[in-house]
């Protein structure tokens, strides 16, 4: 069975910083992504970033590219986003999730994890 189990939410001032991390359980995605989504009140899920299990390659939202960074440890077959600069517009529910295999097309996860909220006061 498939876990990916979120953590490092939290409320946070403008400008600062949070980390989330996603641990994977029950398969290692060597071939897949991994990344993460948000979804705001009111508005549609989308996604902020992706990361390459296999090649380590990286993709992001135009809205938080230069302020988040998204990484991995395979050995704990965990994937990390760094979130800095942060501005209430981000605040959200975000998502890990992970797709078994992509071959460098759109990014549709197979598998979510419960999701964890962010919440960014001006």
């Known amino acids: 069975q498939v876990q990916l189990v979120e953590s490092g939410g939290g409320v946070v001032q403008a400008g600062g910083s949070l980390r989330l991390s996603c641990a994977a359980s029950?398969?290692?995605?060597?071939?897949?992504?991994m990344g993460w989504f948000r979804q705001a009140p009111e508005k549609e899920r989308e996604f902020v970033a992706a990361?390459?299990?296999?090649?380590?390659?990286?993709s992001y939202a135009d809205s938080v590219k230069g302020r988040f960074t998204i990484s991995r440890d395979n050995a704990k077959n965990t994937v990390y986003l760094q979130m800095n600069s942060l501005k209430p517009e981000d605040t959200a529910v975000y998502y890990c999730?992970?797709?078994?295999?992509?071959?460098?097309?759109?990014?549709?996860?197979?598998?979510w994890g419960q999701g964890t909220q962010v919440t960014v006061s001006s």
């Open positions: 999730a992970a797709e078994d295999f992509n071959s460098g097309r759109k990014f549709a996860p197979d598998y």
């Open positions: 990361c390459r299990v296999g090649g380590g390659s990286t």
């Open positions: 029950g398969r290692t995605f060597s071939y897949g992504l």
